[in-house]
């Protein structure tokens, strides 16, 4: 089945400063690469996602690359600011609706003012 | 608000006990899909249902079951509970449609149960 490493576990930067989490991912069918932001006690929140006919994707401050090539994808953050403080997880699926995506371990980032 | 809604909100039992957490996916949702996060861990995958059928387990204990209803609202039920299963419920849904040329599987969570068990 997937597996999917992500790193780092924890990461501190300061407000402003851009922050990087990597994951990598076994499974060459994926195709499918969804990103999650979960603060303290409240739900998983989609906050961007990547298919894997594209290798970059942006939302104002947010963007994710895919390497398939590789099989690592990452989701990047510039101009950080506190409220981006939260645990964030990455995931690969390969659709269909028969397969279960397989989230990574979460990175829990903090955003020092 | 994602369209998910689960019941209760949080729930105090005993060991030994016997729960069941409800779920209602949004709104032309097929698949539903059942995670357990305990204190500061990451999201552990349980149990997947798809148009009233189950598609894909996980690390399920074999203390728990769920099933999906005609209506589509799915359960979980969590029997002989142990202090270890104390954790944050979390059931997801997504479009999922079989066949689809596009991925159909972003997930949209519910709030979550909290089961705290004594």
């Known amino acids: 089945g997937e597996n999917v490493e992500q790193h780092p576990s924890t990461l501190s930067v300061q407000e402003g400063d851009s922050a990087v989490i990597k994951c990598t991912y076994s499974?060459?069918?994926?195709?499918?690469f969804p990103w999650y932001k979960q603060e303290l006690g409240k739900r998983p929140q989609l906050i961007i996602d990547?298919?894997?006919n594209v290798g970059e994707k942006k939302d104002q401050r947010i963007a994710v690359t895919l390497n398939k090539t590789a099989k690592h994808f990452s989701l990047h953050i510039t101009e950080t600011q506190p409220e981006d403080s939260a645990v964030y997880f990455c995931a690969a699926s390969w659709g269909g609706g028969y397969q279960k995506v397989t989230f990574g371990t979460g990175t829990k980032l903090q955003v020092i003012p | 608000d994602s369209g998910v809604t689960q019941t209760p909100k949080h729930l105090i039992t005993a060991t030994g006990q016997r729960v069941t957490l409800r779920c209602s996916p949004r709104s032309g949702d097929l698949s539903v899909y059942w995670y357990q996060q305990s204190l500061d861990q990451g999201l552990q995958f349980l149990i997947q249902?798809?148009?009233?059928?189950?598609?894909a387990k996980g690390n399920i204990l074999e203390r728990f079951s769920a099933q999906q209803f005609p209506d589509l609202h799915s359960e979980l039920n969590l029997s002989s509970l142990e202090l270890g299963d104390s954790a944050l419920y979390f059931c997801?849904?997504?479009?999922?449609?079989?066949?689809?040329?596009?991925?159909?599987?972003?997930?949209?969570f519910g709030p979550g149960t909290r089961l705290t068990v004594l």
């Open positions: 249902y798809y148009n009233g059928e189950e598609r």
């Open positions: 997801a849904s997504s479009v999922s449609l079989a066949g689809a040329r596009t991925n159909t599987d972003t997930q949209y």
């Open positions: 990547i298919r894997s």
């Open positions: 499974d060459s069918a994926s195709n499918y």
